[in-house]
Antibody, heavy 122, light 108 residues
Framework: QVQLVESGGGVGQPGRSLRLPCKAS????????LHWVRQAPGKGLEWVSSISPDGNKKFFALFVRGRFTISRDNSNDTLFLHMNNLRPEDTAIYYCARDGDIYGSGGYFDYWGQGTLVTVSS | SYVLTQPPSVSVAPGQTAKMTCGGHNIGGKSVHWYQQRPGQAPVLVVFDDRDRPSGIPERFSGSNSGNTATLTISRVEAGDEADYYCQVWDSVSDDYVFGSGTKVTVL
């Protein structure tokens, strides 16, 4: 069965960096667009970033552009979110999610990980 | 950027029908997707492409989309349906995946 397992969350100071891995299993990883979605405490869902199956195309929400980057390791079935220059408003649960359409972007998220909590605080 | 509007809450008695809306400019021209998020859990896709259900999602969940409003309907509501429900679209103008603010469904 499809599984996505995030890790790497914790407490980070403002201005510092964190890297979140998401280990996938149960599907052909290299065939799918993958995404990061976050949820601040008590708030709604917010798309963060997406990456194409080959890793060559990357997309970011305006509020993280220039601070976060996304990458993937198709030989190890792992997605990454690299978070730089962290701000208190980046405090959230970060979910990795698989795109609903093989090869392309179906525009939705059919499987989600359990999430990892990032807290930005001094 | 594109905005999706959802009512904050809907209350329904067990066995009855819950309907929740998702408003957006000409949303009928977009594909709408719906997620259920129970407290403390990750979201689960319940409807995609306006009205399709992933495998394992009961037929009690159905969707429609026309004009400026998309609707998720839950028939024969059960206690386990109590959750937050989010609508979502992909906005081709901004290349953003947009979520509504969510509707909390309370089963009385």
């Amino acid at each position: 069965q499809v599984q996505l397992v995030e890790s790497g969350g914790g407490v980070g100071q403002p201005g510092r960096s964190l890297r979140l891995p998401c280990k996938a299993s149960g599907f052909t990883f290299r065939n799918y667009v993958l995404h990061w979605v976050r949820q601040a405490p008590g708030k709604g869902l917010e798309w963060v970033s997406s990456i194409s199956p080959d890793g060559n195309k990357k997309f970011f929400a305006l509020f993280v552009r220039g601070r976060f980057t996304i990458s993937r390791d198709n030989s190890n079935d792992t997605l990454f979110l690299h978070m730089n220059n962290l701000r208190p408003e980046d405090t959230a649960i970060y979910y990795c999610a698989r795109d609903g359409d093989i090869y392309g972007s179906g525009g939705y998220f059919d499987y989600w990980g359990q999430g990892t909590l990032v807290t930005v605080s001094s | 950027s594109y905005v999706l509007t959802q009512p904050p809450s809907v209350s329904v008695a067990p066995g009855q029908t819950a309907k929740m809306t998702c408003g957006g400019h000409n949303i009928g021209g977009k594909s709408v997707h719906w997620y259920q998020q129970r407290p403390g859990q990750a979201p689960v896709l319940v409807v995609f492409d306006d009205r399709d259900r992933p495998s394992g999602i009961p037929e009690r969940f159905s969707g429609s989309n026309s004009g400026n409003t998309a609707t998720l309907t839950i028939s024969r509501v059960e206690a386990g349906d109590e959750a937050d429900y989010y609508c979502q679209v992909w906005d081709s103008v901004s290349d953003d995946y947009v979520f509504g603010s969510g509707t909390k469904v309370t089963v009385l």
